[in-house]
């Protein structure tokens, strides 16, 4: 179980454009963090503009990449990442992390491409990480991400990410629901995947809702409630690595506010769960 120190707390939810008036309604309690992908915010002017630096004096945010492809074979962007940089300090936003995959080549092709699991693949990618930290001068997160087929690979996926964090000495965003995804699309234990993660690369939680798209191939839509066996696992993280903040992530079929809450408050729940049975064991 991990003692770090994390750079937010509690249990909060992914925050999009149409959400700018709904957010005001709502009680500043009930919500622990925040996170965007910045994106989405950089340069961002007017009325959204307004809203967004009102709400990040108002609450804790994390940025959640989209475009960085830290797998992909062009040159990153380092014009984007000077940038980003400025968006993170000016909105003391605590932390950043990005999808250990590539979304680009020449263009974007907006989606998350699988990178092959190979130790050429692991010292190219870490190096491009270092390269992103020593740029950004802050360690940052990467996320394990679903995936629906890779190409030519030498390792499993957990061991390409476990190589990728060790390499590039960075933290680690620990998608659940990715985790339960890939272990029925590509027939592994979730819970042997899980208990392998570094406790001490942890900087937060993923979890989210997919669509069943067959027996054996689920797709991580981001659109649907969390079901059972993800809440289950979101309970296995807890006992394993202790209190980490989780962040509920709905990009599609968004809800209204009061229902996105109540997923947040089951995470809550499942949190105090834990901190009553750790406090009685520790008694």
């Known amino acids: 179980m991990s003692n770090k120190a994390y750079p937010v707390s509690g249990a909060g939810f ?6 700018t008036e709904t957010l005001k309604e709502v009680d500043a309690d009930s919500i622990d963090f925040l996170e ?3 994106e989405n915010w950089m340069g961002l002017g007017g009325r959204f503009g307004k809203a967004f630096r009102r709400y990040t004096e108002q609450y804790p945010f994390m940025a959640h990449g989209l475009s960085l492809s830290i797998g992909g074979p062009t040159p990153l962007d380092m014009e984007f990442l000077k940038n980003l940089k400025v968006f993170l300090k000016d909105h003391n936003i605590r932390a950043y992390s990005e999808h250990l995959s590539y979304c680009s080549d020449d263009g974007h092709m907006y989606d998350l491409m699988p990178i092959p699991f190979t130790e050429e693949a692991v010292k190219y990618v870490a190096g491009r990480i270092r390269q992103v930290q020593d740029v950004l001068e802050q360690k940052i997160a990467m996320e394990n991400v ?34 339960y995804v890939n272990s029925v699309n590509h027939g592994y234990d979730a819970n042997t995947f ?18 069943d798209e067959a027996e054996d191939l689920i797709v991580d839509t981001h659109g649907a409630p969390v079901i059972d066996p993800v809440w289950s ?51």
Not at 157 to 172: I, S
């Open 146 to 179: 679903s995936y629906y087929g890779v190409a030519g690979s030498e390792m499993t996926e957990q061991e390409f990410l476990l190589a990728v964090l060790e390499e590039a000495d960075c933290e680690l965003l620990l998608d659940v629901n990715n985790i």
């Open 194 to 211: 899980l208990n392998a993660m570094p406790a001490e690369r942890i900087m937060y939680l993923h979890i989210a809702g997919h669509y």
């Open 14 to 19: 992914g925050f999009r454009r149409c959400m």
């Open 36 to 38: 965007i992908a910045p």
């Open 233 to 283: 696992l979101l309970q296995k993280t807890y006992d394993r690595f202790g209190l980490i903040p989780t962040l509920l992530e709905r990009d599609f079929n968004i809800p209204p506010m009061a229902e996105l809450l109540e997923e947040v408050d089951q995470v809550r729940f499942y949190q105090n769960q834990w901190k009553m049975s750790h406090e009685q064991t520790v008694a």
